[in-house]
Protein backbone atom coordinates (compact mmCIF):
# COMPACT_ATOMS: atom_id res chain seq x y z
CA UNK A 1 0.00 0.00 0.00
CA UNK A 2 2.89 2.07 0.32
CA UNK A 3 3.81 2.46 -3.13
CA UNK A 4 0.09 2.87 -3.78
CA UNK A 5 0.01 6.25 -1.70
CA UNK A 6 3.43 7.36 -2.84
CA UNK A 7 1.88 7.24 -6.66
CA UNK A 8 -1.22 8.64 -5.56
CA UNK A 9 0.29 11.61 -3.91
CA UNK A 10 3.14 12.33 -7.16
CA UNK A 11 0.32 12.66 -9.21
CA UNK A 12 -1.51 14.76 -6.80
CA UNK A 13 1.09 16.88 -6.66
CA UNK A 14 1.12 17.36 -10.44
CA UNK A 15 -1.91 18.30 -11.23
CA UNK A 16 -1.27 20.78 -8.55
CA UNK A 17 1.61 22.28 -10.15
CA UNK A 18 -0.08 22.09 -13.46
CA UNK A 19 0.81 18.80 -14.61
CA UNK A 20 -0.03 18.13 -18.12
CA UNK A 21 -1.50 21.51 -18.08
CA UNK A 22 2.09 23.46 -17.95
CA UNK A 23 3.00 21.58 -21.40
CA UNK A 24 1.54 24.15 -23.52
CA UNK A 25 3.20 27.02 -21.91
CA UNK A 26 6.29 25.31 -22.16
CA UNK A 27 5.66 24.41 -25.67
CA UNK A 28 5.34 28.34 -26.53
CA UNK A 29 8.33 29.53 -24.53
CA UNK A 30 10.59 26.60 -26.08
CA UNK A 31 12.53 23.63 -24.37
CA UNK A 32 14.01 24.50 -21.33
CA UNK A 33 15.29 22.55 -18.07
CA UNK A 34 11.94 23.45 -16.27
CA UNK A 35 10.51 21.19 -18.99
CA UNK A 36 11.20 19.16 -22.21
CA UNK A 37 8.41 17.75 -24.03
CA UNK A 38 9.23 14.71 -26.04
CA UNK A 39 6.86 13.47 -28.69
CA UNK A 40 6.39 9.18 -28.66
CA UNK A 41 5.39 7.02 -30.95
CA UNK A 42 3.00 5.18 -28.53
CA UNK A 43 2.14 4.84 -25.22
CA UNK A 44 3.64 2.36 -22.49
CA UNK A 45 1.80 -0.79 -21.99
CA UNK A 46 3.35 -0.51 -18.36
CA UNK A 47 5.89 1.07 -16.51
CA UNK A 48 7.23 -2.03 -15.00
CA UNK A 49 10.56 -2.87 -17.08
CA UNK A 50 10.52 -6.26 -16.28
CA UNK A 51 7.00 -6.70 -17.85
CA UNK A 52 6.93 -4.12 -21.12
CA UNK A 53 7.11 -5.42 -24.25
CA UNK A 54 8.33 -2.29 -25.82
CA UNK A 55 11.51 -0.22 -25.77
CA UNK A 56 12.22 1.36 -21.92
CA UNK A 57 13.13 4.53 -22.78
CA UNK A 58 10.34 6.31 -19.98
CA UNK A 59 10.90 3.10 -17.86
CA UNK A 60 14.40 3.62 -17.86
CA UNK A 61 14.50 7.23 -16.68
CA UNK A 62 12.58 6.16 -13.60
CA UNK A 63 14.09 2.48 -12.73
CA UNK A 64 17.77 2.06 -12.99
CA UNK A 65 19.69 -1.24 -13.94
CA UNK A 66 22.66 -2.49 -11.92
CA UNK A 67 24.38 -1.83 -15.62
CA UNK A 68 23.30 0.13 -18.72
CA UNK A 69 25.17 0.15 -21.92
CA UNK A 70 27.00 3.82 -23.40
CA UNK A 71 27.10 5.09 -26.84
CA UNK A 72 29.77 2.99 -27.66
CA UNK A 73 28.09 -0.46 -26.84
CA UNK A 74 29.98 -0.41 -23.43
CA UNK A 75 28.04 -2.43 -20.63
CA UNK A 76 29.07 -0.07 -17.73
CA UNK A 77 28.33 -0.31 -14.59
CA UNK A 78 24.91 1.92 -12.94
CA UNK A 79 23.70 0.75 -9.45
CA UNK A 80 26.52 -1.71 -9.16
CA UNK A 81 29.95 -0.84 -8.04
CA UNK A 82 31.92 -2.72 -10.78
CA UNK A 83 30.91 -5.17 -13.71
CA UNK A 84 32.39 -8.77 -12.43
CA UNK A 85 34.59 -10.89 -14.48
CA UNK A 86 36.54 -13.67 -14.04
CA UNK A 87 39.46 -11.09 -14.32
CA UNK A 88 38.39 -9.41 -11.04
CA UNK A 89 37.00 -12.42 -9.02
CA UNK A 90 33.29 -11.19 -9.40
CA UNK A 91 32.26 -14.37 -11.72
CA UNK A 92 34.06 -17.54 -10.43
CA UNK A 93 33.26 -21.06 -12.85
CA UNK A 94 32.46 -24.24 -10.15
CA UNK A 95 33.47 -27.78 -10.53
CA UNK A 96 29.80 -29.30 -11.09
CA UNK A 97 29.90 -26.79 -14.29
CA UNK A 98 27.67 -23.87 -12.68
CA UNK A 99 28.96 -20.33 -12.17
CA UNK A 100 28.37 -17.72 -9.43
CA UNK A 101 28.70 -14.35 -9.96
CA UNK A 102 29.61 -11.42 -7.31
CA UNK A 103 27.62 -8.16 -7.70
CA UNK A 104 28.95 -5.69 -5.86
CA UNK A 105 26.22 -2.51 -5.43
CA UNK A 106 27.08 1.09 -5.27
CA UNK A 107 27.06 2.54 -1.54
CA UNK A 108 25.01 4.93 -1.03
CA UNK A 109 21.71 4.42 -3.34
CA UNK A 110 18.41 4.95 -2.39
CA UNK A 111 15.07 4.52 -3.44
CA UNK A 112 12.68 7.36 -3.97
CA UNK A 113 11.03 6.56 -0.70
CA UNK A 114 14.63 7.03 1.02
CA UNK A 115 14.98 3.31 1.51
CA UNK A 116 18.54 2.06 0.89
CA UNK A 117 18.75 0.02 -2.52
CA UNK A 118 20.31 -3.20 -1.06
CA UNK A 119 21.10 -6.80 -1.79
CA UNK A 120 18.14 -8.17 -0.95
CA UNK A 121 16.16 -6.69 -3.87
CA UNK A 122 18.15 -8.21 -6.48
CA UNK A 123 17.83 -11.78 -4.24
CA UNK A 124 13.71 -10.94 -4.86
CA UNK A 125 13.56 -9.83 -8.09
CA UNK A 126 15.44 -13.20 -8.51
CA UNK A 127 12.71 -14.93 -6.97
CA UNK A 128 9.56 -12.94 -8.12
CA UNK A 129 10.83 -13.93 -11.76
CA UNK A 130 11.74 -17.49 -10.89
CA UNK A 131 8.14 -17.62 -8.93
CA UNK A 132 6.66 -18.68 -11.69
CA UNK A 133 2.72 -16.99 -11.30
CA UNK A 134 3.90 -14.22 -12.93
CA UNK A 135 4.53 -13.31 -16.61
CA UNK A 136 7.63 -10.99 -17.58
CA UNK A 137 8.64 -10.22 -20.74
CA UNK A 138 11.59 -13.12 -20.63
CA UNK A 139 12.88 -15.18 -17.91
CA UNK A 140 15.97 -16.07 -20.06
CA UNK A 141 18.95 -15.79 -18.22
CA UNK A 142 16.82 -15.81 -14.57
CA UNK A 143 15.98 -19.97 -15.33
CA UNK A 144 19.45 -20.19 -15.21
CA UNK A 145 19.83 -18.93 -11.60
CA UNK A 146 19.71 -21.60 -8.52
CA UNK A 147 19.94 -19.20 -5.65
CA UNK A 148 20.82 -15.59 -4.77
CA UNK A 149 22.84 -15.37 -1.04
CA UNK A 150 23.26 -11.89 0.43
CA UNK A 151 26.27 -12.08 2.96
CA UNK A 152 26.19 -8.17 3.04
CA UNK A 153 23.35 -5.57 2.58
CA UNK A 154 25.59 -4.47 -0.65
CA UNK A 155 26.54 -7.98 -2.12
CA UNK A 156 24.50 -9.90 -4.10
CA UNK A 157 25.85 -13.59 -5.02
CA UNK A 158 24.29 -14.96 -7.90
CA UNK A 159 24.64 -19.13 -8.32
CA UNK A 160 23.63 -20.69 -12.01
CA UNK A 161 23.26 -24.10 -12.54
CA UNK A 162 25.43 -23.34 -15.96
CA UNK A 163 27.66 -20.90 -16.99
CA UNK A 164 25.62 -18.17 -18.75
CA UNK A 165 28.32 -15.80 -21.00
CA UNK A 166 25.14 -12.92 -20.78
CA UNK A 167 25.39 -12.16 -17.17
CA UNK A 168 26.50 -8.84 -17.19
CA UNK A 169 23.21 -7.69 -18.72
CA UNK A 170 21.47 -9.86 -16.04
CA UNK A 171 19.91 -6.90 -14.32
CA UNK A 172 19.82 -4.58 -17.31
CA UNK A 173 16.65 -4.10 -15.85
CA UNK A 174 17.45 -3.43 -13.20
CA UNK A 175 15.70 -4.45 -9.28
CA UNK A 176 12.28 -4.54 -7.91
CA UNK A 177 11.84 -3.33 -4.40
CA UNK A 178 11.37 -5.91 -1.76
CA UNK A 179 9.82 -3.61 1.02
CA UNK A 180 7.07 -2.53 -1.79
CA UNK A 181 6.13 -5.66 -3.64
CA UNK A 182 7.07 -8.34 -1.28
CA UNK A 183 3.91 -11.03 -0.48
CA UNK A 184 2.22 -9.06 -3.63
CA UNK A 185 0.80 -10.55 -6.81
CA UNK A 186 2.52 -8.54 -9.48
CA UNK A 187 0.47 -9.15 -12.47
CA UNK A 188 -1.94 -7.33 -10.22
CA UNK A 189 -0.15 -4.48 -8.59
CA UNK A 190 -0.56 -1.47 -11.05
CA UNK A 191 0.12 1.26 -8.42
CA UNK A 192 3.64 -0.30 -9.11
CA UNK A 193 3.30 -0.80 -13.02
CA UNK A 194 1.94 2.63 -13.47
CA UNK A 195 4.28 4.77 -11.02
CA UNK A 196 7.13 2.24 -9.76
CA UNK A 197 9.28 2.75 -6.76
CA UNK A 198 12.65 3.63 -8.55
CA UNK A 199 16.43 4.55 -8.17
CA UNK A 200 16.29 6.96 -11.34
CA UNK A 201 16.47 10.66 -12.14
CA UNK A 202 12.89 10.72 -12.28
CA UNK A 203 9.61 9.21 -10.91
CA UNK A 204 5.99 9.52 -12.40
CA UNK A 205 4.03 12.43 -11.72
CA UNK A 206 1.25 11.96 -14.28
CA UNK A 207 -0.34 9.49 -16.43
CA UNK A 208 -2.94 10.93 -18.35
CA UNK A 209 -3.95 7.78 -20.20
CA UNK A 210 -3.96 8.21 -24.02
CA UNK A 211 -2.42 11.86 -24.10
CA UNK A 212 0.94 11.94 -21.80
CA UNK A 213 3.22 10.81 -19.00
CA UNK A 214 5.26 13.22 -16.81
CA UNK A 215 7.97 12.77 -15.26
CA UNK A 216 9.38 14.78 -12.55
CA UNK A 217 13.24 15.17 -10.24
CA UNK A 218 13.38 13.28 -7.52
CA UNK A 219 15.21 15.25 -4.73
CA UNK A 220 18.33 13.99 -3.24
CA UNK A 221 18.74 12.00 -6.61
CA UNK A 222 22.08 9.28 -5.91
CA UNK A 223 24.54 10.93 -7.67
CA UNK A 224 24.06 14.29 -6.35
CA UNK A 225 22.15 17.01 -5.89
CA UNK A 226 22.88 18.57 -9.20
CA UNK A 227 21.36 16.09 -11.25
CA UNK A 228 19.38 15.95 -12.89
CA UNK A 229 19.29 19.15 -14.80
CA UNK A 230 16.31 19.25 -16.59
CA UNK A 231 13.20 19.41 -13.84
CA UNK A 232 10.47 17.65 -15.77
CA UNK A 233 9.49 15.31 -19.33
CA UNK A 234 6.95 15.32 -20.21
CA UNK A 235 6.45 11.88 -22.94
CA UNK A 236 3.30 13.08 -25.53
CA UNK A 237 1.79 10.18 -27.29
CA UNK A 238 1.36 10.91 -30.96
CA UNK A 239 1.45 7.15 -32.79
CA UNK A 240 1.22 9.35 -36.37
CA UNK A 241 4.74 10.00 -37.61
CA UNK A 242 3.10 13.34 -39.47
CA UNK A 243 1.85 14.63 -36.52
CA UNK A 244 4.40 13.94 -34.19
CA UNK A 245 7.38 15.76 -36.62
CA UNK A 246 4.34 18.93 -37.26
CA UNK A 247 4.51 19.55 -33.86
CA UNK A 248 7.78 18.96 -33.35
CA UNK A 249 8.61 21.90 -36.08
CA UNK A 250 5.87 23.79 -34.78
CA UNK A 251 7.38 23.91 -30.83
CA UNK A 252 5.24 22.06 -29.61
CA UNK A 253 7.33 19.07 -28.59
CA UNK A 254 10.71 19.72 -28.27
CA UNK A 255 12.11 16.69 -29.20
CA UNK A 256 11.68 13.37 -31.01
CA UNK A 257 13.40 9.98 -30.45
CA UNK A 258 13.79 7.65 -33.36
CA UNK A 259 12.32 10.58 -36.44
CA UNK A 260 10.83 8.13 -39.07
CA UNK A 261 13.58 7.66 -41.67
CA UNK A 262 11.23 9.47 -44.20
CA UNK A 263 11.35 12.54 -42.14
CA UNK A 264 14.85 13.50 -41.68
CA UNK A 265 15.14 15.25 -44.58
CA UNK A 266 12.26 17.92 -44.08
CA UNK A 267 13.40 18.11 -40.44
CA UNK A 268 17.44 19.17 -41.44
CA UNK A 269 16.84 22.96 -42.63
CA UNK A 270 15.21 23.44 -38.98
CA UNK A 271 17.58 25.67 -36.94
CA UNK A 272 16.43 25.39 -33.49
CA UNK A 273 16.87 21.51 -34.06
CA UNK A 274 20.13 19.34 -33.98
CA UNK A 275 19.75 15.50 -36.06
CA UNK A 276 21.84 13.25 -33.55
CA UNK A 277 22.96 10.22 -35.77
CA UNK A 278 23.61 7.03 -35.15
CA UNK A 279 23.98 3.09 -36.13
CA UNK A 280 21.68 1.11 -34.56
CA UNK A 281 22.77 -1.97 -33.06
CA UNK A 282 18.64 -3.46 -34.28
CA UNK A 283 17.29 -4.56 -37.75
CA UNK A 284 14.37 -4.34 -39.23
CA UNK A 285 12.72 -7.67 -40.20
CA UNK A 286 10.18 -9.53 -41.52
CA UNK A 287 8.61 -11.90 -38.68
CA UNK A 288 7.55 -15.14 -40.03
CA UNK A 289 5.39 -17.38 -37.19
CA UNK A 290 5.37 -21.02 -37.82
CA UNK A 291 2.86 -22.01 -35.00
CA UNK A 292 0.09 -19.50 -36.67
CA UNK A 293 0.40 -20.16 -40.57
CA UNK A 294 1.72 -23.69 -41.32
CA UNK A 295 3.06 -23.15 -44.56
CA UNK A 296 6.31 -21.03 -43.10
CA UNK A 297 7.00 -24.33 -41.60
CA UNK A 298 8.76 -25.13 -44.83
CA UNK A 299 12.16 -23.61 -45.32
CA UNK A 300 11.80 -23.55 -49.18
CA UNK A 301 9.09 -21.38 -48.47
CA UNK A 302 10.83 -18.75 -46.03
CA UNK A 303 13.70 -18.89 -49.01
CA UNK A 304 11.90 -18.40 -51.61
CA UNK A 305 9.70 -15.13 -49.85
CA UNK A 306 13.40 -13.98 -49.00
CA UNK A 307 14.17 -14.17 -52.85
CA UNK A 308 11.07 -12.23 -53.68
CA UNK A 309 11.85 -9.12 -51.94
CA UNK A 310 13.64 -5.86 -53.24
CA UNK A 311 15.65 -4.92 -50.55
CA UNK A 312 17.63 -2.81 -52.37
CA UNK A 313 14.91 -0.74 -53.79
CA UNK A 314 13.44 -0.27 -50.54
CA UNK A 315 16.45 1.12 -48.73
CA UNK A 316 17.40 3.39 -51.86
CA UNK A 317 13.58 4.77 -52.62
CA UNK A 318 11.51 4.50 -49.26
CA UNK A 319 14.37 4.85 -46.59
CA UNK A 320 16.59 7.40 -48.69
CA UNK A 321 19.58 5.65 -48.15
CA UNK A 322 20.16 6.22 -44.74
CA UNK A 323 20.28 2.38 -43.67
CA UNK A 324 21.96 -0.34 -45.19
CA UNK A 325 20.55 -4.35 -46.33
CA UNK A 326 21.87 -6.82 -43.75
CA UNK A 327 21.62 -10.38 -43.75
CA UNK A 328 21.02 -11.72 -40.00
CA UNK A 329 20.31 -10.86 -36.45
CA UNK A 330 24.15 -9.63 -35.82
CA UNK A 331 24.87 -6.49 -36.89
CA UNK A 332 28.38 -5.25 -38.07
CA UNK A 333 28.76 -3.25 -34.55
CA UNK A 334 29.49 -6.47 -33.34
CA UNK A 335 33.02 -8.12 -32.77
CA UNK A 336 30.97 -11.37 -33.48
CA UNK A 337 29.40 -10.37 -36.59
CA UNK A 338 29.90 -13.04 -39.47
CA UNK A 339 29.24 -11.56 -43.40
CA UNK A 340 30.07 -15.16 -44.75
CA UNK A 341 25.73 -16.27 -44.33
CA UNK A 342 24.21 -17.27 -47.23
CA UNK A 343 22.11 -14.64 -48.48
CA UNK A 344 18.62 -13.82 -50.79
CA UNK A 345 19.21 -11.81 -53.21
CA UNK A 346 16.35 -10.23 -55.56
CA UNK A 347 15.12 -12.54 -57.43
CA UNK A 348 11.73 -13.95 -58.11
CA UNK A 349 12.50 -16.06 -60.92
CA UNK A 350 14.62 -18.03 -58.12
CA UNK A 351 11.56 -17.40 -55.85
CA UNK A 352 8.98 -19.24 -58.33
CA UNK A 353 10.97 -21.82 -59.34
CA UNK A 354 11.49 -22.98 -55.72
CA UNK A 355 7.89 -22.31 -54.93
CA UNK A 356 7.35 -24.47 -57.87
CA UNK A 357 9.91 -27.34 -56.87
CA UNK A 358 7.63 -27.14 -53.09
CA UNK A 359 4.62 -27.78 -54.53
CA UNK A 360 2.81 -24.65 -54.58
CA UNK A 361 1.20 -24.12 -58.24
CA UNK A 362 -0.67 -21.05 -58.90
CA UNK A 363 -4.32 -21.33 -58.56
CA UNK A 364 -6.97 -19.96 -60.65
CA UNK A 365 -6.51 -16.17 -59.48
CA UNK A 366 -2.66 -16.60 -59.60
CA UNK A 367 -2.42 -16.97 -56.03
CA UNK A 368 -0.68 -20.03 -55.02
CA UNK A 369 -2.26 -23.20 -53.58
CA UNK A 370 -1.04 -26.98 -52.21
CA UNK A 371 -3.17 -29.68 -50.94
CA UNK A 372 -5.76 -26.62 -50.74
CA UNK A 373 -4.36 -24.29 -48.62
CA UNK A 374 -3.90 -20.96 -50.13
CA UNK A 375 -0.66 -19.18 -50.03
CA UNK A 376 -2.15 -16.04 -48.27
CA UNK A 377 -1.10 -14.92 -45.31
CA UNK A 378 -1.54 -11.25 -43.14
CA UNK A 379 1.53 -8.77 -42.37
CA UNK A 380 0.95 -6.69 -39.64
CA UNK A 381 2.64 -3.54 -38.65
CA UNK A 382 2.49 -0.56 -36.37
CA UNK A 383 0.07 2.18 -37.77
CA UNK A 384 1.06 5.52 -38.07
CA UNK A 385 4.50 4.32 -38.79
CA UNK A 386 4.34 5.68 -42.85
CA UNK A 387 7.80 3.98 -43.28
CA UNK A 388 6.36 0.88 -42.15
CA UNK A 389 2.75 1.38 -43.86
CA UNK A 390 4.79 1.87 -47.31
CA UNK A 391 7.48 -1.09 -46.87
CA UNK A 392 4.49 -3.45 -46.18
CA UNK A 393 2.62 -2.54 -49.32
CA UNK A 394 5.87 -2.38 -51.38
CA UNK A 395 6.60 -5.81 -50.24
CA UNK A 396 3.03 -7.01 -50.66
CA UNK A 397 3.40 -6.30 -54.13
CA UNK A 398 6.68 -8.25 -54.78
CA UNK A 399 5.09 -10.93 -52.99
CA UNK A 400 2.19 -10.63 -55.48
CA UNK A 401 4.57 -10.98 -58.11
CA UNK A 402 5.72 -14.49 -57.49
CA UNK A 403 2.16 -15.63 -56.93
CA UNK A 404 1.71 -15.20 -52.84
CA UNK A 405 -0.71 -12.98 -51.24
CA UNK A 406 -0.16 -10.80 -48.26
CA UNK A 407 -2.45 -8.62 -46.60
CA UNK A 408 -1.77 -5.88 -44.63
CA UNK A 409 -2.76 -4.91 -41.31
CA UNK A 410 -2.09 -1.86 -39.36
CA UNK A 411 -2.01 -2.02 -35.58
CA UNK A 412 -1.41 0.45 -32.74
CA UNK A 413 2.18 0.41 -31.53
CA UNK A 414 0.98 -0.36 -27.99
CA UNK A 415 -1.42 -3.44 -29.09
CA UNK A 416 0.93 -5.10 -31.34
CA UNK A 417 3.20 -5.65 -28.38
CA UNK A 418 0.55 -7.65 -27.05
CA UNK A 419 0.03 -9.71 -29.90
CA UNK A 420 3.85 -10.25 -30.55
CA UNK A 421 3.63 -11.70 -27.23
CA UNK A 422 0.92 -13.99 -27.81
CA UNK A 423 1.69 -15.18 -31.06
CA UNK A 424 -1.78 -13.76 -32.27
CA UNK A 425 -0.35 -13.06 -36.15
CA UNK A 426 0.96 -14.20 -39.28
CA UNK A 427 3.89 -12.32 -40.27
CA UNK A 428 5.22 -8.87 -38.67
CA UNK A 429 6.84 -6.19 -39.84
CA UNK A 430 9.09 -4.48 -36.92
CA UNK A 431 12.38 -4.34 -35.61
CA UNK A 432 14.45 -5.44 -32.64
CA UNK A 433 16.60 -2.89 -30.88
CA UNK A 434 19.48 -5.15 -29.17
CA UNK A 435 21.85 -4.34 -26.47
CA UNK A 436 25.37 -4.83 -26.26
CA UNK A 437 25.74 -8.42 -25.30
CA UNK A 438 25.62 -10.45 -29.12
CA UNK A 439 23.36 -13.39 -27.22
CA UNK A 440 20.42 -14.45 -30.22
CA UNK A 441 19.40 -17.93 -27.77
CA UNK A 442 16.53 -15.29 -26.44
CA UNK A 443 15.46 -15.05 -30.01
CA UNK A 444 16.08 -18.32 -32.32
CA UNK A 445 16.53 -20.97 -29.39
CA UNK A 446 13.61 -23.97 -29.52
CA UNK A 447 12.50 -23.26 -26.12
CA UNK A 448 12.66 -19.42 -25.94
CA UNK A 449 9.16 -18.94 -27.50
CA UNK A 450 7.13 -16.36 -25.85
CA UNK A 451 6.52 -15.91 -22.66
CA UNK A 452 10.42 -17.47 -22.09
CA UNK A 453 11.74 -15.40 -24.40
CA UNK A 454 11.16 -13.46 -28.36
CA UNK A 455 11.52 -16.75 -30.83
CA UNK A 456 8.17 -15.62 -32.29
CA UNK A 457 9.09 -16.94 -35.26
CA UNK A 458 8.26 -20.40 -33.14
CA UNK A 459 11.40 -22.14 -34.94
CA UNK A 460 12.32 -25.30 -33.48
CA UNK A 461 15.65 -26.29 -35.08
CA UNK A 462 17.43 -28.35 -32.48
CA UNK A 463 21.18 -28.17 -34.01
CA UNK A 464 20.70 -24.36 -34.09
CA UNK A 465 18.99 -24.09 -30.46
CA UNK A 466 22.51 -26.45 -29.32
CA UNK A 467 24.77 -23.96 -31.06
CA UNK A 468 23.30 -21.19 -29.11
CA UNK A 469 23.10 -22.65 -25.62
CA UNK A 470 26.96 -23.69 -26.35
CA UNK A 471 27.36 -20.32 -26.97
CA UNK A 472 25.83 -19.17 -23.74
CA UNK A 473 27.80 -21.57 -21.96
CA UNK A 474 31.27 -20.68 -22.79
CA UNK A 475 33.14 -17.37 -21.26
CA UNK A 476 35.99 -17.64 -23.22
CA UNK A 477 35.35 -14.82 -25.75
CA UNK A 478 37.22 -16.48 -28.63
CA UNK A 479 35.62 -20.20 -28.65
CA UNK A 480 32.09 -17.84 -28.21
CA UNK A 481 32.67 -15.76 -31.19
CA UNK A 482 33.09 -18.88 -33.40
CA UNK A 483 29.93 -20.46 -32.06
CA UNK A 484 27.93 -16.90 -32.29
CA UNK A 485 29.58 -16.92 -36.05
CA UNK A 486 28.24 -20.71 -36.92
CA UNK A 487 24.70 -20.12 -35.40
CA UNK A 488 24.55 -16.85 -37.69
CA UNK A 489 25.29 -18.92 -40.96
CA UNK A 490 22.55 -22.05 -39.58
CA UNK A 491 20.56 -18.48 -38.95
CA UNK A 492 20.38 -17.86 -42.54
CA UNK A 493 20.27 -21.17 -43.96
CA UNK A 494 17.15 -21.45 -42.41
CA UNK A 495 15.62 -18.09 -42.98
CA UNK A 496 12.94 -17.97 -40.18
CA UNK A 497 12.72 -14.78 -40.67
CA UNK A 498 12.95 -11.91 -43.81
CA UNK A 499 16.09 -9.53 -42.56
CA UNK A 500 15.85 -6.60 -44.57
CA UNK A 501 18.31 -3.39 -43.31
CA UNK A 502 19.85 -2.21 -39.81
CA UNK A 503 18.46 0.72 -37.70
CA UNK A 504 19.55 4.52 -38.52
CA UNK A 505 18.82 5.93 -34.97
CA UNK A 506 18.15 9.51 -35.67
CA UNK A 507 17.20 11.72 -32.57
CA UNK A 508 15.56 14.96 -33.21
CA UNK A 509 16.74 17.06 -30.22
CA UNK A 510 17.04 21.00 -29.47
CA UNK A 511 19.84 22.88 -30.97
CA UNK A 512 20.39 23.56 -27.20
CA UNK A 513 20.94 20.47 -25.62
CA UNK A 514 24.31 19.39 -24.38
CA UNK A 515 25.63 16.10 -23.58
CA UNK A 516 22.92 13.91 -25.54
CA UNK A 517 24.46 11.51 -27.90
CA UNK A 518 22.14 8.79 -28.49
CA UNK A 519 22.73 5.09 -28.42
CA UNK A 520 23.03 2.55 -31.04
CA UNK A 521 21.61 -0.51 -27.98
CA UNK A 522 18.38 -0.64 -27.01
CA UNK A 523 19.32 1.50 -23.65
CA UNK A 524 18.32 3.89 -25.72
CA UNK A 525 18.75 7.75 -25.98
CA UNK A 526 17.94 7.93 -22.28
CA UNK A 527 20.48 6.01 -20.91
CA UNK A 528 22.29 9.11 -19.64
CA UNK A 529 19.42 11.74 -19.40
CA UNK A 530 20.54 13.03 -15.82
CA UNK A 531 23.07 14.70 -18.11
CA UNK A 532 21.23 16.60 -19.89
CA UNK A 533 20.91 20.15 -20.48
CA UNK A 534 19.58 23.39 -22.19
CA UNK A 535 22.09 26.36 -22.43
CA UNK A 536 21.17 29.67 -23.68
CA UNK A 537 21.45 30.14 -27.24
Known amino acids: MLAMAMACGRGDRAAGNGGGGNAGAGASSGASNELLIVGYDREPDTMNRYATHILEDIESCVVEGLVTNDERMNIVPLLAAEIPT ?31 HTSADVQFTVAAINKGDWKPESVDGFDRITSVDTPDSLTAIVHYKEVYAPYRLQFV ?17 NDYNRAPLGTGPYRVAEWKTGEYIVLERVPNYWRGAQYPKI ?70 V ?81 AGFAIRENVA ?14 KVQLVDGTSISSLWFNGDFDAMLHWWQQGADPEITLFFAADRMPPAGRNINYLADAALTTLLYQSDRTVDEAKRAALLKEAQRRV ?20 RLQHFTGNPTNAGPFWNVHEWELVAK
Open 492 to 511: AELAPEIPLYNTAKVDAIPA
Open 173 to 189: RGTLPKHVLQGRDLNSA
Open 302 to 382: RQALSHAVDRELLVRTLLDSLVQVVNGPIQPLSPVYEPAVRTYGYNPATARSMLDAAGWKPGADGIRVKGGVRLSFTIITQ
Open 393 to 406: QAMQQQFRDVGVEA
Open 86 to 116: LQNGGVRVRADGGMDVTWKLRPGVTWHDGRA
Open 231 to 300: KRLLFKFLANTTTRINQLKSGEVHMVALVPWDKVRELRPVSSLRLNQVVGNGYEHVSLNEKRFAPFREVA
